[in-house]
């Protein structure tokens, strides 16, 4: 059997990022559980406002289409969000409008979101750990029937989780985040 592709989408471009911080372990704990991990940043897919005009005169950017496909070529992905205002931020929200605009050829449009495997995590300095972030990107992608696996993870004062090694410190959180992405496999593998 071919390996077990996880795509890991941090929703945040800021250097020292919380939330890429935390893509790059749970990208570790992925792979340790022997997946075949890529992790990306959305500073390599870059994209304006969705805006309907311009894609009637231009079509949808080249990096939408990439970043569709480079789902596509995936069995599962991770996104790892910051929760900004109670919600999911507009460069992750941004990036799901244009690759739902995006139709390939034998596709019908949002495909790409029932055909694979989602997590959602979210790391805030804040006591929710993101939350509400969770819930806007879990209803997002219920919205195209995209299989959005139960387990997720909200990290809390995520200033202070990890240890020097970049481990979290919290077992608990440790637990969670090895439980969503065995879940994630686990679903994944089921739907390859
Ligand atoms: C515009 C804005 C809105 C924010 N709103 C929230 C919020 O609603 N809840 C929360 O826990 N943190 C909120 N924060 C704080 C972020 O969780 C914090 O800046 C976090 O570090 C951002 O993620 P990053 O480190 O991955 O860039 C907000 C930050 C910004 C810049």
Do not use: C
């Not at 890991?8 to 340790?32: D, E, F, M, W, Y």
């Not at 244009?98 to 995590?121: K, L, N, P, Y």
């Not at 209803?139 to 481990?167: C, G, H, K, N, T």
Request: glycine share 6%.
């Amino acid at each position: 059997m071919s390996a077990l592709k996880i795509l890991v989408i941090p929703g945040s471009l800021r250097t020292g990022s919380l939330n890429a911080k935390l893509a790059a372990v749970a990208a570790h704990v992925l792979a340790q559980q022997g997946a075949e991990t890529t992790p990306i940043s959305l500073s390599d897919f870059p994209l304006p406002i969705y805006d309907g005009d311009l894609q009637a005169k231009s079509g949808v950017p080249k990096h939408a289409v990439n970043l569709k496909r480079m789902m596509s070529a995936h069995h599962g992905v991770l996104i790892v969000t910051p929760e900004y205002n109670s919600s999911v931020p507009a460069l992750l929200k941004n990036a799901i409008d244009w690759v739902s605009r995006v139709q390939d050829v034998h596709e019908a449009r949002g495909q790409v979101f029932r055909d694979r495997v989602f997590a959602i995590a979210s790391a805030s300095g804040g006591r929710l750990g993101g939350s509400r972030a969770l819930a806007a990107v879990r209803l997002i992608l219920s919205a195209w029937d995209a299989s959005v696996i139960q387990d997720q993870l909200a990290l809390p004062f995520a200033e202070d989780a990890y240890d020097e090694m970049d481990r979290l410190k919290n077992a608990a959180d440790a637990d969670a985040l090895k439980a969503m992405a065995r879940q994630l496999i686990d679903v994944s593998q089921r739907m390859m």
